[in-house]
């Protein structure tokens, strides 16, 4: 081991920014690495994409979280494997990184299920590229819609979000609102009561994991606010025009948003490591990687567990927290001592729908719903936010939205050269 050990954490997200903030004052040296120079806050991607908050607003450059953190340094690169005999990280572009310790904290990514055409033509929501993305095609059919009304006929307007758990009802209930608030007034000369929202889940009920009143307020709010619901439904097929569900109907459609399913992020297989459903990596009960010393993995891309054996769902406190219980167990290891075992403590979960309406299941049975659950649910996501700046500009944003009705950054921003181009399917009418 080195004089000073070398810890270097793969991803600069929720489990992983905890893991060097939680190294503060330890000796050791953390390399942060990356591939994006920024955090990514993604529980509010859908609100950049439905133009409620600027990209700005839920990221945050990662150096300038650890100005105060001497022992922390950031590298901006793509990991592409270890090197686990040698102990080594290999980045694109980059030299290797030698380790004493490695956490993979890399996140999850979006899978289909292997519907043909949905990787092609759907829209996904994991980063802060596919939300500025979204925004752009989706302010773009509006202006087309509004030069060329019979673009309403051929899908412009209508837009499927597969999927209905919190980022399909949170993202199909902000399109609504988004329609039905803004771009009436945006559009004074489209009939935009023609743009639809269809929210499409396979199950007979929405919000998976929630009580069935909570499912139940979640589908009776949407569709209040003009969400076509179709439970028990699926997407057979995505083209650049249309949808073909599996009993055979054809929707002319021009945007799909896919928010079904998740699984780990490709890293892990990258990794040569065990891993269990969904790709996740394998983990001990402490989170070290099995016959991988000094290998430990966190958040979306590791399958902890809690105490009854049941895998830890993919959500952003979990990843928080296995990143401070990794950094402690470091510092255990360099103070002599064992490690100990990851104890999950749940704080209940949230999904929001709309204006004044969300659901939320705390611990000790509490649910609320309505106006209640949404003020819980802005809260909680204003302390959870990362940076000061990014706070009071939430909130600003928030509280401007609701006392006017409007939204501010319904920007089209397409970077000039091709270099920086945005990833995202074809547009159908321009073909670019
Ligand atoms: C749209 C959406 C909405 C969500 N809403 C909620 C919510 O309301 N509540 C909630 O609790 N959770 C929510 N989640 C889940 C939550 O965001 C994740 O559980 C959390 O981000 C997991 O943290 P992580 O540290 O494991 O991964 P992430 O926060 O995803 O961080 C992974 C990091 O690894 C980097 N990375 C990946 N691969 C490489 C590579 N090869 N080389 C270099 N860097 C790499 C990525 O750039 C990223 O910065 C949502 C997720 C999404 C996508």
């Not at 007979?204 to 307020?217: C, E, I, K, N, V």
Request: hydrophobic share 45%; with cysteine; aromatic share 8%.
């Amino acid at each position: 081991m080195a004089v000073v050990p070398r810890v270097v954490v793969i991803g600069a997200g929720f489990g992983g920014l905890e893991v060097a903030r939680t190294l503060k004052g330890v000796p050791v040296e953390v390399t942060l690495v990356d591939r994006h120079n920024f955090f990514t806050f993604q529980p509010l991607l859908y609100q950049v994409a439905t133009a409620g908050l600027n990209a700005a607003d839920v990221s945050h450059v990662v150096r300038g979280l650890f100005h105060g953190q001497r022992n922390v340094a950031f590298r901006q690169a793509e990991v592409t494997g270890v090197d686990w005999a040698a102990r080594l990280v290999h980045l694109e572009g980059h030299a290797d990184l030698p380790f004493d310790h490695l956490v993979v904290a890399g996140g999850a990514t979006v899978t289909h299920f292997g519907t043909p055409g949905a990787a092609d033509h759907g829209f996904a929501l994991y980063t802060l590229e596919d939300a500025v993305t979204l925004r752009n095609h989706l302010v773009e059919r509006f202006e087309r819609a509004d030069a060329d009304p019979t673009a309403v006929d051929r899908g412009g307007l209508t837009f499927v979000v597969v999927g209905g758990g919190p980022t399909g009802v949170e993202t199909a209930g902000a399109l609504a609102e988004l329609f039905a608030m803004v771009f009436r007034k945006d559009y004074p000369a489209l009939d935009v009561s023609q743009a639809r929202v269809v929210l499409v889940e396979m199950q007979d009920h929405l919000l998976g994991p929630f009580a069935p009143s909570s499912q139940r307020h979640a589908f009776d709010t949407l569709r209040s606010r003009g969400v076509e619901v179709r439970l028990g439904a699926q997407v057979a097929s995505v083209s650049a025009e249309a949808v073909t569900f599996a009993d055979g109907e054809v929707l002319p459609c021009q945007t799909l948003i896919w928010a079904a399913g998740v699984q780990a992020n490709p890293l892990a297989t990258a990794l040569g490591v065990a891993q269990e459903r969904a790709g996740r990596i394998t983990v001990g009960a402490d989170l070290q990687i099995p016959d991988r010393p000094g290998g430990w993995a966190i958040g979306d891309i590791a399958a902890a567990h809690d105490r009854h054996g049941e895998v830890l769902p993919q959500l952003a406190p979990v990843a928080m927290q296995a990143g401070r219980h990794v950094g402690r167990q470091i510092a255990r290891l360099l103070e002599g001592r064992g490690t100990e075992a990851f104890r999950y403590r749940d704080k209940g979960t949230m999904a929001t729908i709309g204006r004044r309406a969300a659901v939320a299941e705390l611990p000790g049975r509490i649910r609320l719903r309505g106006a209640p659950a949404w003020l819980a649910w802005l809260g909680l996501h204003v302390v959870l936010l990362v940076g000061k700046r990014n706070r009071a500009s939430v909130l600003l944003n928030w509280a401007w939205n609701y006392l006017t009705w409007d939204r501010g950054p319904r920007l089209i921003l397409r970077p000039r050269t091709p270099d920086h181009r945005f990833s995202g399917p074809q547009d159908p009418d321009t073909g670019r």
